[in-house]
């Protein structure tokens, strides 16, 4: 079984390797520009600051300045080498497709990074700003919002990543689809599993308060629902109700063809 195993691990640690050296030198190039780019990241917290939020951010630690230049200095690079990530990650799981859905491999890699980007750019424009100022103008009036910049960073982080793979569920969809792995029926079938998981995901993820939350879910939602659009065409089920059995089959051949 081992031995089976054995040339897709290296494979995957082929991948690995490359896509963590894309990410390595274009953090070398982004960490040549790391002050302009926190100087964007700081945007939406210096704008509630002027907005009337009395606060500001500073640095609590020697070095703390030098971590964040790190720190948004990896994440534009990850955002950056995306593209490669997902190619990477396309070549991996191509030996187990057919030879008529290794074609899709330039709209995957495309419309992956586009909708990631997309992810990014409507949290850091429309979500993001309104989290900031709702959960620093909450008890200003008693404390001062002296925010210190790496967790101010860490938090910015982690909500522009989670939209922006919240982002790649339509292309996910359309993947799983051409491959004939879901249809429009399975996203039907388990849409309030779904919902659950989406607002698990969404406290974990955002401040613990309902509107942050709300703010990550519903997006969540409304892409599920455009998913399930988009596998209505690309792969709707049969009228002839193609029966649980049948689909366990060709999963499990996909699989074994994998290992192969």
Not at 19 to 44: G, K, R, T, Y
Not at 143 to 171: D, Q, T
Request: hydrophobic share 60%; net charge positive.
């Amino acid at each position: 079984m081992f031995d089976e195993l054995r040339p897709h691990l290296q494979d995957l640690r082929k991948r690995l390797i490359i896509s963590i050296l894309s990410v390595i030198v274009c953090f070398v190039a982004c960490f040549a520009f790391h002050q302009e780019i926190f100087f964007f990241v700081q945007l939406p917290i210096q704008h509630a600051f002027e907005m009337g939020v009395k606060g500001k951010l500073i640095q609590v630690a020697p070095a703390e300045y030098l971590f964040v230049a790190i720190k948004v200095s990896f994440f534009s690079a990850f955002v950056i080498a995306i593209p490669i990530v997902f190619w990477q990650l396309w070549l991996f799981i191509a030996p187990g497709l057919y030879k008529h859905e290794k074609k899709l491999v330039l709209p995957f890699v495309f419309f992956g990074s586009f909708m990631f980007a997309v992810g990014l750019l409507f949290c850091y424009v429309v979500v993001f700003p309104f989290i900031i100022k709702y959960v620093l103008a909450f008890g200003n009036d008693v404390l001062e919002a002296n925010i210190a910049s790496n967790e101010y960073l860490s938090f910015f982080i982690r909500i522009m990543l989670a939209f922006g793979f919240v982002f790649e569920l339509p292309v996910m969809a359309f993947f799983l689809g051409k491959v004939g792995l879901i249809t429009d029926k399975t996203l039907q079938k388990y849409f309030r599993y779904a919902v659950v998981v989406i607002f698990v995901i969404a406290a974990i993820v955002t401040p613990p308060d309902v509107i942050s939350q709300l703010l990550l879910a519903m997006p969540m939602v409304v892409l599920y629902g455009v998913a399930y659009v988009i596998l209505k065409f690309v792969n709707p089920e049969s009228k002839q109700n193609i029966n649980s059995e049948a689909n366990n089959t060709k999963i499990q051949d996909r699989i074994e063809n994998k290992l192969q």
